[in-house]
């Protein structure tokens, strides 16, 4: 016999690379963290968190500016940095879809095994990796050593704890620096 259930209700439940599981309409678009039932915390992130969630907004503005996407979105943008942070760590994101359903607030909803201090420093190393790539292809051999050398003298842990306290993620109203 079928259970009854609610009429357009979504049973939809996401696995966690933990392997537990959750309903994606318990993720409110505030949410930076899931407690869940593992014992640990879990990384949220949905499309419409502005990448300026993790960078300054000058600096998305020339990534923006010089990545050419090739896809469904108009630019670079949160769903780009999630997809390389999903290409290094593929068992540690899940991603969810939720393109059909209206009632979330968001599209796309990534879950990570990391906690969101350590992912934000995750997506700060490889938004420094895709720089020095780019200007690993640049024809001045001045600018590519100044960008080096100031790779070197740049602290990823530091820039995220100062990053993060003028961000304020203490509540959920924090607002691009």
């Given at each position: 016999?079928?259970?009854?259930r609610?009429?357009?209700?979504?049973?939809?439940?996401?696995?966690?690379?933990?392997?537990?599981?959750?309903?994606?309409?318990?993720?409110?678009l505030?949410?930076?963290?899931?407690?869940?039932?593992?014992?640990?915390?879990?990384?949220?992130?949905?499309?419409?968190?502005?990448?300026s969630?993790?960078?300054?907004?000058?600096?998305?503005?020339?990534?923006?500016d010089?990545?050419?996407?090739a896809?469904?979105?108009?630019?670079?943008?949160?769903?780009?940095?999630?997809?390389?942070?999903?290409?290094?760590?593929?068992?540690?994101?899940?991603?969810?879809?939720?393109?059909?359903?209206?009632?979330?607030?968001?599209?796309?909803l990534?879950?990570?095994?990391?906690?969101?201090?350590r992912?934000?420093?995750?997506?700060?190393?490889?938004?420094?990796?895709?720089?020095?790539?780019?200007?690993?292809?640049?024809?001045?051999?001045?600018?590519?050593?100044?960008?080096?050398?100031q790779m070197?003298?740049?602290?990823?842990?530091?820039?995220?704890?100062?990053?993060?306290?003028?961000r304020?993620?203490?509540d959920?109203?924090d607002?691009?620096?």
């Amino acid at each position: 016999m079928a259970e009854p259930r609610v009429p357009g209700g979504d049973t939809t439940r996401l696995e966690l690379p933990c392997g537990e599981t959750l309903d994606p309409h318990d993720i409110d678009l505030g949410m930076r963290e899931y407690s869940c039932t593992c014992g640990e915390r879990h990384a949220v992130v949905t499309d419409v968190h502005p990448p300026s969630r993790f960078v300054p907004e000058s600096l998305v503005s020339i990534l923006r500016d010089t990545v050419e996407t090739a896809d469904d979105f108009d630019e670079f943008g949160t769903p780009h940095i999630m997809g390389i942070v999903m290409e290094e760590f593929p068992d540690d994101v899940v991603v969810h879809d939720a393109a059909e359903d209206g009632s979330v607030g968001y599209t796309l909803l990534w879950v990570t095994d990391f906690r969101a201090r350590r992912v934000h420093v995750i997506i700060v190393e490889l938004l420094v990796e895709l720089m020095e790539h780019a200007v690993s292809h640049a024809e001045d051999d001045t600018t590519t050593s100044e960008f080096e050398q100031q790779m070197r003298e740049f602290d990823v842990e530091a820039f995220v704890d100062q990053y993060r306290d003028m961000r304020d993620f203490s509540d959920e109203f924090d607002t691009p620096v």
